[in-house]
């Protein structure tokens, strides 16, 4: 069967082929009644709109790219930050009919493909995740002049809005948590360096240890759980008599958590634990792991809210969001 033309809509309607395209594409200067009957017509005849002659009209794409720095093995592996922000900014962006272009940049070739298919006029705006201190896209696309919003502070200075968590303050929470219960060999697992949580919950541990003359035992992972295993042994070798660690992320804390059963050190009675996310897993760890919580998903949600704002030039000041400590068992 032949797909029903805009043509045998107008026809269907009574109205010129221009009538019944500007109410396909929105446009608010069509009488009501003329409207309803374009309407009807639409649904009598499962019309559905081309979106590529669509798209010439309104200039407009209705897609969004959503580009996440890190290769798929990462982003589609156990650590739910991914899938939460990723499912809650689809779901934001849905309720205002657009749809999410899911691209992958974690090498030079991949960040070439992705700024050719934004540069080609693809999607409305770009949605950034995950970036590392090195990372050319937010420069490449503010070139572009593309509303660009990012999930994180960006690492380089670009004039992008974001929406981030509070990773000093809430790494400050948490060591401070382990000092005023008496811990006084307090280590920290840091996150990888050129990343801005990384790099900021360091400097929240460092603060509070400088205020409270406690010396810096620091290891750094990637926020895998089996680099914070790899580190939490690392620390351990290094200093046999630290009674408590900082992890900057929980899946590390998992990790860390495995090495100090494994090592005989028990949790919290020799060593307290405090990481940092509150992912699902930590109330299921053995002990239930104390830690920080940051909401993913209105993070994302308020990060679509942000690139909303810019397509109408409303206001695009970054947002902060609150960390709250969670105490559990191991600490």
Same mark, same amino acid.
Request: aromatic residues 4%; charged residues 20%.
């Given at each position: 069967?032949?797909?029903?033309?805009?043509?045998?809509?107008?026809?269907?309607?009574?109205?010129?082929?221009?009538?019944?395209?500007?109410?396909?594409?929105?446009?608010? %200067?069509?009488?009501?009644?003329?409207?309803?009957?374009?309407?009807?017509?639409?649904?009598?005849?499962?019309?559905?709109?081309?979106? *590529?002659?669509?798209?010439?009209?309104?200039?407009?794409?209705?897609?969004?790219?959503?580009?996440?720095?890190?290769?798929?093995?990462?982003?589609?592996?156990?650590?739910?930050?991914?899938?939460?922000?990723?499912?809650?900014?689809?779901?934001?962006?849905?309720?205002?009919?657009?749809?999410?272009?899911?691209?992958?940049?974690?090498?030079?070739?991949?960040?070439?493909?992705?700024?050719?298919?934004?540069?080609?006029?693809?999607?409305?705006?770009?949605?950034?995740?995950?970036?590392?201190?090195?990372?050319?896209?937010?420069?490449?696309?503010?070139?572009?002049?593309?509303?660009?919003?990012?999930?994180?502070?960006?690492?380089?200075?670009?004039?992008?809005?974001?929406?981030?968590?509070?990773?000093?303050?809430?790494?400050?929470?948490?060591?401070?948590?382990?000092?005023?219960?008496?811990?006084?060999?307090?280590?920290?697992?840091?996150?990888?360096?050129?990343?801005?949580?990384?790099?900021?919950?360091?400097?929240?541990?460092?603060?509070?240890?400088?205020?409270?003359?406690?010396?810096?035992?620091?290891?750094?992972?990637?926020?895998?759980?089996?680099?914070?295993?790899?580190? &939490?042994?690392?620390?351990?070798?290094?200093?046999?008599?630290?009674?408590?660690?900082?992890? *900057?992320?929980?899946?590390?804390?998992?990790?860390?958590?495995?090495?100090?059963?494994?090592?005989?050190?028990?949790?919290?009675?020799?060593?307290?634990?405090?990481?940092?996310?509150?992912?699902?897993?930590?109330?299921?760890?053995?002990?239930?792991?104390?830690?920080?919580?940051?909401?993913? *998903?209105?993070?994302?949600?308020? &990060?679509?809210?942000?690139?909303?704002?810019?397509?109408?030039?409303?206001?695009?000041?970054?947002?902060?969001?609150? %960390?709250?400590?969670?105490?559990?068992?191991?600490?």
């Amino acid at each position: 069967m032949r797909r029903p033309t805009l043509e045998a809509v107008a026809a269907r309607a009574g109205v010129s082929r221009a009538t019944a395209s500007r109410v396909v594409n929105g446009q608010t %200067t069509v009488a009501p009644h003329i409207r309803d009957a374009v309407q009807r017509a639409i649904d009598e005849l499962g019309y559905v709109p081309n979106s *590529a002659a669509r798209s010439l009209v309104t200039q407009r794409t209705d897609s969004v790219a959503l580009v996440v720095s890190e290769p798929g093995t990462r982003v589609f592996s156990e650590d739910p930050m991914f899938s939460t922000a990723i499912r809650s900014a689809s779901m934001e962006l849905e309720a205002v009919n657009k749809q999410v272009v899911l691209m992958l940049a974690s090498s030079a070739k991949s960040h070439a493909r992705v700024e050719r298919y934004i540069a080609g006029g693809h999607v409305d705006g770009v949605m950034l995740i995950s970036m590392h201190g090195a990372d050319p896209l937010p420069a490449a696309l503010s070139r572009l002049r593309v509303p660009v919003v990012s999930y994180g502070r960006p690492a380089v200075p670009v004039n992008i809005p974001f929406v981030d968590n509070d990773n000093v303050g809430g790494a400050e929470a948490g060591v401070r948590h382990l000092v005023e219960t008496g811990r006084r060999r307090i280590a920290t697992i840091a996150g990888p360096q050129d990343m801005i949580a990384g790099q900021d919950r360091l400097a929240g541990y460092r603060n509070v240890l400088r205020d409270s003359d406690r010396r810096s035992i620091v290891a750094v992972g990637d926020f895998t759980r089996e680099s914070g295993a790899v580190a &939490m042994r690392q620390l351990l070798g290094d200093d046999p008599g630290l009674d408590a660690v900082f992890v *900057a992320n929980d899946l590390m804390a998992v990790g860390a958590l495995q090495s100090l059963r494994q090592a005989g050190r028990r949790v919290p009675d020799d060593v307290a634990v405090v990481g940092f996310d509150d992912i699902e897993a930590a109330k299921y760890t053995e002990p239930p792991l104390t830690t920080l919580r940051h909401p993913v *998903a209105e993070q994302a949600a308020a &990060m679509v809210g942000l690139l909303l704002n810019l397509f109408e030039g409303g206001p695009t000041d970054p947002v902060i969001m609150p %960390t709250e400590l969670v105490i559990r068992e191991s600490a």
